[in-house]
């Protein structure tokens, strides 16, 4: 079994930082690309910033510039630093994490984390 667990959500005011946390851990035989999305009340789940295992980045627009995405592979954990946040950055953040976990399988899975609370108050 997988586990996909967050950290680091809190209240901050815009113009402030957090950085949000994600531990994969369990039965994981390849951790490859790892992620953060984030979903707003009244809206769509949407993707904020991906990770792949080598390093290469994918971010949304509307955080280019502001928010950077790392990973830790030794410890199965993926970082979100999160500068200059704007109200509108108020979501629910969720980590995602694909995973092989047998390789005579060899197939990707995707596990979601619980989800962490960001609200950033004007």
């Known amino acids: 079994q997988v586990q996909v667990v967050e950290s680091g959500g809190g209240l901050v005011q815009a113009g402030g930082s957090l950085t949000l946390s994600c531990a994969a851990s369990g039965s994981i035989f390849s951790l490859n690309a790892m992620g953060w999305y984030r979903q707003a009340p009244g809206k769509q789940r949407e993707l904020v910033a991906t990770i792949t295992k080598g390093g290469s980045t994918n971010y949304a627009d509307s955080v280019k510039g502001r928010f950077t995405i790392s990973r830790d592979n030794a410890n199965n954990t993926v970082y979100l630093q999160m500068n200059s946040l704007k109200p509108e950055d108020t979501a629910v953040y969720y980590c995602?994490?694909?995973?092989?976990?047998?390789?005579?399988?060899?197939?990707?899975?995707?596990?979601w984390g619980q989800g962490t609370q960001v609200t950033v108050s004007s």
């Open positions: 995602n994490a694909a995973v092989v976990v047998s390789w005579l399988d060899g197939y990707e899975y995707d596990y």
